[in-house]
């Protein structure tokens, strides 16, 4: 069982007990004469400091626990504010930033890169917005439609088995014969079973930071020249 602070404590002030009383003992059966009160008052007093300090020393790791975990717990606040907003900076942001520094529509928009440069015809039918179900529909060289749903959550947020019920619905709607939930987190366990039941191909934390990185390291030039390619056709 983990010992809290509260227990090291109670440990330290039962050692420094037994400490002053062996050294008050030693003391009173020392010096000849003493009144017998002082005895009783080695006892008290060593149990009332012994306290004392022992709390004082609970008090101090529990500040310092405090002081270290603040910087933590202000960078997850900072990472949940990002990913709420519906904000998308720009793509050169977007391409060079961190998966935990992406907003929900970056993510969104950071894959709709990342499909493009792999030979797909991409429409961002829902990035940024009410999405219905699909962020993504991805086409390939032979004209397959793939609805591809982003979930850009932190990872102890799983992805629900809802949200994959929602994308075998929504897929139908944009016409699409394929699925792909792609997600920065994973998904419960009954998502999974309700993924593989109708066939929605997923791409959970690890994979994606790893196709991502693959593809940025392997692809820097590539990812300039895909960058001139929007500003092209933004400027059409």
Known sequence: MARTYYAEGRQLAYLLRGLFIIGGLAIYFNIPGLHWAFFFGILIGSVIVADILGAIWTRKRRNKKKQKTKPTNKKTAQTASRRATKGCRDDEVV?????????????????????????????????????????????????????????????????????????????????????????????????????????????HGALVEQKLRSWESGNQVKSVVLLKRVRLRQTR
């Open 95 to 203: 391409l060079t930033s961190r998966l935990d520094d992406l907003s929900g529509a970056e993510f969104e928009r950071l894959l709709a890169l990342y499909f493009r440069d792999q030979g797909y015809t991409v429409k961002e039918v829902g990035v940024g917005g009410n999405d219905g179900g699909v962020d993504l529909v991805i086409i390939d060289g032979r004209g397959e439609k793939t609805a591809v749903q982003a979930k850009c959550y932190a990872e102890h947020n799983l992805v629900p088995v809802m949200t994959v019920r929602e994308l075998v619905a929504a897929k139908r709607n944009h016409d699409c014969i394929l699925s792909l939930l792609i997600t920065t987190s994973d998904l419960t366990s009954p998502a999974k079973k309700e993924a593989e039941q109708f066939k929605v191909d997923y791409w």
